[in-house]
């Protein structure tokens, strides 16, 4: 577990391991050498942790992260979460190696069954860590060799939800190895639009998969490959009783539009081969890593065109292959040398063929004619960075991290930065924990959402642009997406009060040139880039852990705001009125959450686990009258529960497991289709109660 992680485990043990495990330990134990978090705020979530939830190992990623300090829930068109108030920016990891984005956050994509702990680091991260640097998601994978054997599941419940899953591990002489997969149907793939209970055309049938296996050539070299698949079909929720906008020649004018009939299909897979080697007094690893990811939206071709002007085939595919290789080297006791690069090469496709409604109507019949209109751009993308730090170890209780990273894009924009990083931990007493530390952060943009659009194809249509692309202005007066470029500085001390409560408070403050920002802008549930010019997000997390016997409990409030002002890229996606605003005031970024709280319980009574926690969100950012994002959403409070119990009746133990999502039914919206970016309104779940079952073997 990563130095500083407020998580609390018992001390591991070899009693009843394989020689293999054994191994197995040893070089996973030298691998968290290759990286250092000092001087960061870590948040974990063991295996134990994440079964004690309620939903257990059926919570999704980014549900569990949800009980992490700082993070606020977000709709699935809107990156599904945020941690300290950023929009996505949230690098992933698998035992130290970065997983590349896609045309999707990785949130959909893994689960939490493969998972043998997941921490949040937060804070000045060390030079080691760049480009997505909100926070990182940092996930350790089970192993066949420490949990041999395996499992089948069953779950399911209201809204037509059901899932099915497995999991199995072992070894064979020096190779270890460990699957999951799963499959998971339900009536609410994408948040309801409305506040019924049941959605209407909105179901989903997802397959996911994950794969490892480890071979040890020695005793000081390991080659690991790690592998993942997801694919998803979605059909894209209605609302009924909406007015048609626009009466379109040779096509029905009383098209309802509960009937709309929109899908969108996603597919994602990943593989890692990574090799380790331990050497006297230190560690290397190098990597190969790959994600391929293709997103497909399908609109209804007379629907969309009756309300919103215009239909559009939406394409958006990513080939990503790179390599990253890491290095640590503990020069004498006081000093530990770390250096390190990445490469990777992404080539990048958007596609999109629309049917779109001519400006002014037919003055005769007052009817619109249409026109068809096909994009393309794809881009062969290049990202390379480099870093050396040194942890120096001034005493037994103070330490200091001193590091240099350098970050160079080739993408739509080439640009490059030189990124000084310091971090300093200081433990005064025993319990005690001070961290502080600055750095200078370089984000490059997501590159399928950041090309240029032919803007000029639009004229003369109810998709022409107010701010560019006109006749006046050719389309480069749309700026294109920039690197974001920031510094941050970050506080906080951890306190153990007695044995089992530990209470924390961290304090950060950003200060960004070129703040990267997201939104979705069109029926495809498809984020497209921009930039503010000037930005500061400042915030303060408190947490409290306790644990005590068969109980333990938990609790985190974050207080939050970001602000942004003059958008210089991609302008054609802004309101003009909203974008002379902008210009001239700073204004909440969209997903800016003022207070957000995360709390959660567990009890185990005689076999039988008791389990709550909840969210709370002061309310995401919705227009207020002539300022955009001037206002939020309302408050809500959402609980769940969960009763698990272990039967004895087969060799192997069975789990029965009972949950309630939703516990008071508490009706409200995560968006409600106002703010900067913001397409559609959402709706949280209503009450839903599950029956899971799953058999050991």
Same mark, same amino acid.
């Given at each position: 577990?990563?130095?500083?992680?407020?998580?609390?485990?018992?001390?591991?043990?070899?009693?009843g391991?394989?020689?293999l495990?054994?191994?197995?330990?040893?070089?996973?134990?030298?691998?968290?050498?290759?990286?250092?978090q000092?001087?960061?705020?870590?948040?974990?979530?063991?295996?134990?942790?994440?079964?004690?939830?309620?939903?257990?190992?059926?919570?999704?990623?980014?549900?569990?992260?949800?009980q992490?300090?700082?993070?606020?829930?977000?709709?699935?068109?809107s990156?599904?979460?945020?941690?300290?108030?950023?929009?996505?920016?949230?690098?992933?990891?698998?035992?130290?190696?970065?997983?590349?984005?896609?045309?999707?956050?990785?949130?959909?994509?893994?689960?939490?069954?493969?998972?043998?702990?997941?921490?949040?680091?937060?804070?000045?991260?060390?030079?080691?860590?760049?480009?997505?640097?909100?926070?990182?998601?940092?996930?350790?994978?089970?192993a066949?060799?420490?949990?041999?054997?395996?499992?089948?599941?069953?779950?399911?419940?209201?809204?037509?939800?059901?899932?099915?899953?497995?999991?199995?591990?072992?070894?064979?002489?020096?190779?270890?190895?460990?699957?999951?997969?799963?499959?998971?149907?339900?009536?609410?793939?994408?948040?309801?639009?409305?506040?019924?209970?049941?959605?209407?055309?909105?179901?989903?049938d997802?397959?996911?998969?994950f794969?490892?296996?480890?071979?040890?050539?020695?005793?000081?070299?390991?080659?690991?490959?790690?592998?993942?698949?997801?694919?998803?079909?979605?059909?894209?929720?209605?609302?009924?009783?909406?007015?048609p906008?626009?009466?379109?020649?040779?096509?029905?004018?009383?098209?309802q539009?509960?009937?709309?009939?929109?899908?969108?299909?996603?597919?994602?897979?990943?593989?890692?081969?990574?090799?380790?080697?331990k050497?006297?007094?230190?560690?290397?690893?190098?990597?190969?890593?790959?994600?391929? @990811?293709?997103?497909?939206?399908?609109?209804?071709?007379?629907?969309?065109?009756?309300?919103?002007?215009?239909?559009?085939?939406?394409?958006?595919?990513?080939?990503?292959?790179?390599?990253?290789?890491?290095? @640590?080297?503990?020069? /004498?006791?006081? /000093?530990?040398?770390?250096?390190?690069?990445?490469?990777?090469a992404?080539q990048?496709?958007?596609?999109?063929?629309?049917?779109?409604?001519?400006?002014?109507?037919?003055?005769?019949t007052?009817?619109?004619?249409?026109?068809?209109?096909?994009?393309?751009?794809?881009?062969?993308?290049?990202?390379?960075?480099?870093?050396?730090?040194d942890?120096?170890?001034?005493?037994d209780r103070?330490?200091?991290n001193?590091?240099?990273?350098?970050?160079?894009?080739?993408e739509?924009?080439?640009?490059?930065?030189?990124?000084?990083?310091?971090?300093?931990?200081?433990?005064?007493?025993?319990?005690?924990?001070?961290?502080?530390?600055?750095?200078?952060?370089?984000?490059?943009?997501?590159?399928?959402?950041?090309?240029?659009?032919?803007i000029?194809?639009? /004229?003369?249509?109810?998709?022409?642009?107010g701010?560019?692309g006109?006749?006046?202005q050719?389309?480069?007066?749309?700026?294109?997406?920039q690197?974001?470029?920031?510094?941050?500085?970050?506080v906080?001390?951890?306190?153990?009060?007695?044995?089992?409560?530990?209470?924390?408070?961290?304090?950060?403050?950003?200060?960004?040139?070129?703040?990267?920002?997201?939104?979705?802008?069109?029926?495809?549930?498809?984020?497209?880039?921009?930039?503010?010019?000037?930005?500061?997000?400042?915030?303060i997390?408190?947490?409290?852990?306790?644990?005590w016997?068969?109980?333990?409990?938990?609790?985190?409030?974050?207080?939050?705001?970001?602000?942004?002002?003059?958008?210089?890229?991609?302008?054609?996606?802004?309101?003009p009125?909203?974008?002379?605003?902008?210009?001239?005031?700073?204004?909440?970024?969209?997903?800016?959450?003022?207070?957000?709280?995360?709390?959660?319980?567990?009890?185990l009574?005689?076999?039988?686990?008791?389990?709550?926690?909840?969210?709370?969100?002061?309310?995401?950012?919705?227009?207020?009258?002539?300022?955009?994002?001037?206002?939020?959403?309302?408050a809500?409070?959402?609980?769940?529960?969960?009763?698990?119990?272990?039967?004895?009746?087969?060799?192997?133990?069975?789990?029965?497991?009972?949950?309630?999502?939703?516990?008071?039914?508490?009706v409200?919206?995560?968006?409600?289709?106002?703010?900067?970016?913001?397409?559609?309104?959402?709706?949280?779940?209503?009450?839903?109660?599950?029956?899971?079952?799953?058999?050991?073997?």
């Amino acid at each position: 577990m990563p130095k500083g992680a407020t998580e609390i485990s018992g001390e591991a043990s070899t009693a009843g391991q394989t020689p293999l495990a054994i191994d197995n330990e040893a070089f996973d134990e030298a691998r968290k050498s290759l990286f250092t978090q000092v001087g960061t705020a870590s948040y974990a979530f063991d295996k134990d942790k994440i079964e004690a939830l309620p939903q257990g190992t059926q919570t999704p990623v980014d549900k569990l992260l949800l009980q992490a300090p700082g993070v606020a829930q977000d709709s699935a068109g809107s990156g599904q979460l945020h941690v300290r108030n950023e929009h996505a920016n949230l690098q992933y990891r698998i035992n130290g190696i970065l997983l590349p984005d896609g045309v999707s956050g990785f949130g959909d994509v893994l689960e939490t069954q493969f998972v043998d702990s997941i921490s949040l680091v937060t804070g000045a991260l060390p030079a080691e860590y760049g480009l997505h640097t909100s926070g990182l998601v940092d996930i350790i994978s089970r192993a066949g060799s420490q949990q041999p054997g395996g499992s089948i599941s069953s779950y399911g419940g209201s809204r037509g939800t059901f899932t099915q899953s497995f999991e199995y591990g072992g070894s064979s002489g020096p190779v270890d190895y460990f699957f999951t997969g799963r499959y998971l149907m339900n009536d609410e793939g994408i948040e309801n639009p409305t506040p019924n209970w049941d959605a209407i055309h909105d179901h989903t049938d997802q397959e996911k998969g994950f794969g490892y296996v480890s071979a040890l050539f020695d005793n000081s070299t390991r080659l690991s490959w790690i592998s993942g698949v997801s694919v998803q079909n979605f059909q894209i929720p209605n609302t009924p009783g909406l007015t048609p906008n626009y009466k379109v020649a040779g096509l029905p004018q009383n098209f309802q539009s509960r009937l709309l009939d929109e899908h969108q299909f996603e597919q994602n897979y990943y593989n890692v081969l990574a090799l380790q080697h331990k050497i006297e007094n230190g560690d290397w690893q190098l990597a190969y890593f790959s994600r391929y @990811s293709d997103l497909q939206f399908h609109p209804d071709p007379v629907g969309d065109l009756v309300f919103n002007g215009i239909a559009s085939s939406v394409e958006r595919r990513s080939l990503l292959n790179g390599i990253q290789g890491d290095g @640590s080297y503990r020069l /004498n006791p006081y /000093n530990t040398i770390r250096a390190g690069f990445s490469v990777s090469a992404e080539q990048t496709r958007a596609t999109s063929a629309s049917t779109v409604l001519f400006a002014d109507p037919d003055p005769r019949t007052n009817e619109y004619d249409s026109k068809d209109v096909f994009d393309e751009t794809s881009k062969l993308g290049w990202l390379l960075g480099v870093y050396a730090q040194d942890e120096i170890r001034l005493s037994d209780r103070l330490t200091l991290n001193v590091g240099l990273r350098f970050d160079q894009m080739y993408e739509y924009v080439d640009a490059n930065q030189l990124s000084p990083r310091v971090s300093l931990e200081y433990r005064p007493f025993d319990g005690t924990t001070f961290h502080a530390g600055y750095a200078r952060y370089f984000t490059p943009p997501p590159q399928v959402a950041s090309g240029p659009v032919n803007i000029t194809a639009f /004229n003369g249509t109810i998709q022409q642009s107010g701010t560019c692309g006109d006749k006046k202005q050719n389309q480069q007066s749309c700026g294109l997406v920039q690197p974001e470029r920031s510094h941050y500085f970050d506080v906080g001390v951890t306190q153990k009060l007695f044995p089992g409560l530990e209470v924390g408070v961290d304090a950060y403050y950003k200060l960004a040139h070129d703040l990267l920002d997201d939104g979705q802008f069109g029926a495809a549930l498809v984020l497209d880039a921009f930039n503010y010019e000037k930005a500061t997000n400042k915030g303060i997390e408190f947490k409290a852990k306790h644990n005590w016997g068969n109980f333990s409990a938990y609790g985190n409030v974050a207080i939050a705001e970001q602000r942004g002002k003059n958008i210089i890229s991609n302008q054609y996606l802004i309101d003009p009125d909203d974008l002379t605003y902008i210009a001239d005031h700073y204004i909440y970024t969209d997903h800016t959450q003022f207070i957000t709280v995360s709390a959660g319980l567990s009890y185990l009574w005689d076999g039988t686990r008791f389990s709550a926690d909840l969210i709370y969100g002061s309310g995401l950012r919705t227009d207020a009258p002539d300022i955009p994002n001037g206002d939020s959403v309302p408050a809500y409070t959402q609980v769940n529960l969960g009763v698990s119990h272990e039967f004895h009746w087969f060799e192997e133990p069975t789990t029965l497991r009972f949950d309630v999502v939703n516990l008071f039914d508490d009706v409200y919206q995560i968006r409600d289709g106002d703010g900067i970016g913001v397409f559609a309104p959402q709706y949280g779940p209503r009450r839903g109660y599950f029956v899971g079952l799953s058999q050991k073997f």
